[in-house]
């Protein structure tokens, strides 16, 4: 089932249009990977789908996103907040709070008001647990979340979106900041949260796209070239455009 | 060619020159309450002095407690905080997240010209406006009180505070106020349950200096919180505070007097306490900056 469609999607900054008809569907409970050249628009379109383009002054945006058949563009703000903790969000650079891993983790449900006090401590433990800090951090939840490696803090953010429920998770290059190891060790942990979640991941890595997703869109200049099936796209790309970026002869 | 050399030796020596002086000055004043103040102290021990709860320094006998005047001082400047700094925080999250372009211009360096105002003039305004307007509705025997004080005082910490906040604000990384917002958190929850914990440490730095910057004030208090030299009960009395009661009893003592040197010695007090919150301000900036 589609999760996330857009019907002609187009983004203008001020004059400038960064996205330019997008036409896709992202599948529910699957990793989709977003790529192309730097500047083509891809956090853009990924900062659609939780409206966080909100923010910034003289956006204008055209088309429809439909998440779950709702169009997510024609909501007023309690929508907004609702819209945002059904689709998570996890950031380039890791940027847990500068409060306890404790308090991060229960910012979203503090937030939204989501258990009752008792709950939350079972809450941290199952959001610690399945990106696997728990062993780590259990006999340091109260401390700050800004001591941590990167490679926890990164898997903190996510603890800390995944600790609401939401069904999406975006992800905007979430492994750039880190090192290999670290990188596919967070690869594996979304191969396990893909059986609860929709993930979308926006990656510059090639390798990555091709090892997590299982689906992949590549964009250009703010526009959506091909989308399919990840090993589709990488053994037989219909665009020649595609080709010359995947094999590297792009730029 | 050689002109230009001797002009460049001048002036490099002049900066040099009152550099040097105005740390000379520093030190000089420093000695001269030093020594002014402590032959004071052997004649009247620290702890009495401190200790003492009777500020008598022209009966007979002569009484040297200035505990009710730490106190005054303590109440007042208490009562300051506690009205500057929530209202200063608030104004300086204000004026960074709603106020937009020239608006927040205007409305910054207005408050910055707020602090050249001289306290005097604060203290006059206050006499003639807050003091009868508080003796009126709060049915006081007399508005001069800790309060007013306070008021006036906290008023005149509020630029300090609001400016320098104001910067330690705009100085959070943006990604915290994203990350909350992404969680579904509105902008003013974003604010008060993170960007204000980033801010912290600049927040208190700011408060420190604004409170250092009144806690040493003279004039207002002076002209508005009643001076009696008794211990306070409640804010609503009126108090005498270090400072004004060095302006005040500065003419009439006797030079080299007892009194007089007295005096000198609230002073050493006095600089001991502003420095001490310099200093722990100094710390929380710098903590900031890393
Ligand atoms: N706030 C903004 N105002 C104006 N233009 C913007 C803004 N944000 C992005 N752009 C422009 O929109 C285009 C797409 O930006 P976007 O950040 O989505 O690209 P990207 O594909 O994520 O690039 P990267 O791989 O470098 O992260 C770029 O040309 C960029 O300059
Ligand atoms: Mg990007």
Known sequence: MSKIITNNLSLWYGGFQALKKINLAFQEKRITSIIGPSGCGKSTLLR??????????????????????????????????????????????????????????????????????????????????????????????????????????????????????????????PCSALDPQATLKIEGLMQRLKNDYTIVIVTHNMQQAARASDDAGFMLLGELIEFDRTVEMFTAPKDKRTEDYITGRYG | MKLRLLKEFIIEKLIFLSGIASILFVILIFTFLLK?????????????????????????????????????????????????????????????????????????????????????????????????????????????????????????AMPTIISISEDAINAVPKAYKEGALALGATRWQAMYRVVIYAAL??????????????????????????NAAVIPSTLLEPVRTLTATIAAEMGEAVHGGLHYYSLFAIGIILFVITFMINVIADIFLHRNKK
Request: proline share 4%; hydrophobic share 50%.
């Open chain 1, 48 to 173: 659609v789908f939780n409206r966080m383009n909100d923010l910034i002054d003289g956006v204008r945006i055209e088309g429809e996103v439909l998440i779950d058949s709702a169009d997510i563009l024609d909501g007023d703000f309690s929508d907004l907040v609702k819209l945002r903790k059904k689709v998570g969000m996890v950031f380039q650079r890791p940027n847990p709070f500068p409060l306890s891993v404790y308090e991060n983790i229960i910012f979203g449900l503090k937030v939204h008001h989501l258990v009752e006090k008792s709950e939350r401590e079972q809450i941290v433990r199952e959001s610690l647990e399945s990106v696997m800090l728990w062993n780590d951090l259990k006999d340091k939840l109260h401390r700050n979340a800004l001591g941590l490696s990167l490679e926890q803090k990164q898997r903190l953010c996510i603890a800390r979106a995944i600790a609401v429920e939401p069904d999406i998770l975006l992800m905007d290059e």
């Open chain 2, 36 to 156: 002014e103040g402590i032959s004071f102290f052997k004649e009247i021990g620290l702890k009495d002095f401190i200790g003492g709860k009777y500020w008598y320094p022209i009966s007979e006998p002569e009484r040297f407690g200035i505990l009710p005047l730490i106190l005054g001082s303590l109440l007042v400047t208490l009562g300051a905080i506690i009205i500057a700094v929530p209202l200063s925080i608030a104004c300086a999250f204000y004026i960074s997240e709603v106020v937009q372009g020239k608006a927040k211009d205007i409305l910054k360096s207005g408050i910055e010209m707020l602090a050249a105002i001289p306290s005097v003039v604060l203290g006059f305004i206050g006499i003639v406006t807050l003091v009868p307007w508080m003796k009126k509705v709060l049915n006081l025997p007399t508005g001069l009180t800790a309060l007013s004080g306070s008021i006036m005082l906290g008023l005149m």
């Open chain 2, 201 to 226: 440490p600049g927040i208190i730095a700011a408060s420190m200096l604004g409170i250092g910057r009144v806690i040493g004030e003279t004039m207002a208090v002076m002209m508005l919180s009643g």
